[in-house]
């Protein structure tokens, strides 16, 4: 079910959100309460980083957007300090495997209660070798949303990365009807937006581009991470509009996130992309804290 | 945090969905795995069923309509048999009570596994009687859809009750922060929708009308269940599409749900709603299981 090295923290958080005290408890032993808002409503929140050998990747980040997502959920604001010493403590635990990572998630916590839940779950990574070198495909799926629909409906939380995932794990699943491996949305007014779980690269005219973060979508750690190395590499990068045609021109692509890291794109519906082997070899690299 | 006489039933469930078993658990100890996908993208689906006295109402159209959300994201179809008899458990044990309500719920299960998670919550209900008597506000808002996503889009899951309801967590909280008491959305063509957790039914020369269930709306269990009272009463009803200009002319509105019943409106945004008092005394009374 999951792997014997699992590591799983359970919080006690004061309704301020500060964090009280953290147990360290069996990951198989139920851990959440039947009205907990996390399970009833997915009304909360979480991030996931990448633990390279013992060090948690990009944690600050991690936690400034668990701080902004919390923010637009009205949920108590997260005590980072507190977040932060557990992700250690999980990370710690799993400094024997080259690649792992945690999960933490922050919920409303259990219905009519006063007090917001909190729990890490860490465990070591899958090998994903194949979706790092030979690449996956990707369906273009449409988000229903229109790209401005952050800033004239917040309440759709467009941006926030809340525990409601059961639309993004929908559209995975459509995509893998329709023969890929993963999805990628697109707005109803035409802007490429984001997957489900990972944030898109593309290379246009020799520069890496990802779709701007004001149409209604996460801002990508990984991604910002990636461009921080590439700038170093000397090899451009920008935050544009994207459209689906814009695509057709891109000579590379990748779906990047934290625990997968750098997916080269392959394939956009049907349409083939080159994969860069050399610079995805170089970005995973990286990624997974095997070079500065 | 809940009432004392509140009950949980853990099922244990098939990978086919099959009911394998039941138990009545403590309601205050940790139920679900960490893992639960329930709790971490939201990933299952849930109808909360009224119960009058020992009474389950309605509770073949909630199997029904649990099905079909069970189909809509892929999962095990629900083992109806098995469900029934454990709402009719929860039921029983909390017969002494003139109104409570249980809530099923079906996730994809512990991350990695090969089988769905099942319980059932049940507790003596709220008292609503000032909702049902004095009325709601509502608030309009943008559901940021199209009416027609649910076929040109089936991954938004537009008419599947899933736990992924973060964002109708916060339309109500926005409705609240308006000095509204509950949201109603509208399609971004134009339509009223339905709330967070209610469907709307306005009186519109004379006649009930609800709207159209095919424009991704959820087909609602108390509406129908009040439609049918109500042509037993002489009472015309029709399916409509519904424009909030429409909702001007209204001279009365309700939004009903399972466990609130009909809560008649007394405002729409900043617009005042003749609450009538005696057709809304009368749903209630039938609804409540009070009447035939």
Redesign the interface.
Known sequence: ??HPDAV?ALLDLAPSGRVDAVRLVD??????????????????V?ETISIGRGHPQALRPHLTRLASSAA???LPAPDLDGWREVVQRVADALGGHEEAWV?I?L??G????DRPTG?A?GEPSADFSVARTEGIRVAL??????SD?AR??????AG?K??????????R??AVRRGADD?LFVS?DGLVLEGPTANLVVRLDGVLATPRTDVGILPGTTQADLFRWAAGQGIPTRLASISPQDLQRADAAWMVSSVRHAAPVRAIDDRAVPVDAELSAAMNAYLSGRTE
């Open positions: 079910m999951h799983l990951p198989d032993a139920p851990a959440l309460h039947a009205l907990d808002l996390a399970a009833t409503r997915g009304d909360g979480f637009m959920l009205d999960k998630v919920s409303r259990v219905d009519g209660g729990w779950w799926l449409d988000r229903g949303y229109r629909v004239t409906s917040p309440w759709l939380l926030a809340t525990l409601s995932y059961a639309t993004n794990m929908a559209a699943r459509e999805a109803t």
